[in-house]
């Protein structure tokens, strides 16, 4: 049973989510901490309010927190070309693929990549995007091997 001998109100709900959020505790957590203060908010409600109340939500976004000393990105990034090939890995995995992410080729071509379970890679163009050349996918090849690791 919550301690509280009597519920919050709006101003100090919303007082406290603010406060939460900008701490950089994620919504569940919040849920959470609300449920025992004796408030009950479906997790919709929750995020809904939360758009509507000033939050620095950079705290919230995962890419943003250093929690690793340094992502190989980063490191790889900061000595590309400008104007070259850019590769980037995606955290979220397509379906049926080991890895995959997005290129952009130094011609200005745009495309996903996806690495098979089978070792196969393959590239899904941008809709609108030029065709890649020759070069564009030495490139792509060298710079996405450089990003893994193996070069």
Do not use: C, H
Not at 87 to 107: D, E, H, I, N, Q
Request: no cysteine; net charge neutral.
């Amino acid at each position: 049973m919550p301690e509280t001998a009597e519920p919050m109100n709006t101003e100090e709900r919303n007082a406290f989510i603010t406060a939460k959020l900008n701490e950089g505790v994620s919504l569940s957590d919040i849920q959470k901490l609300l449920a025992k203060q004796g408030v009950s908010m479906t997790y919709l409600d929750l995020r809904l309010l939360a758009d509507e109340l000033k939050v620095n939500w950079k705290k919230q976004d995962p890419k943003d927190a250093p929690k690793s000393p340094a992502k190989p990105a980063d490191v790889l990034d900061k000595g590309a070309k400008p104007g070259g090939t850019t590769v980037t890995v995606s955290k979220l995995v397509r379906p049926g693929a080991a890895m995959s992410g997005s290129v952009a080729f130094a011609s200005g071509a745009k495309a996903d990549w996806v690495l098979g379970n089978d070792g196969r890679l393959g590239l899904i163009p941008a809709p609108g995007s030029a065709k890649p050349t020759e070069d564009d996918l030495v490139g792509f090849q060298a710079e996405l091997q450089r990003k893994l690791g193996g070069g």
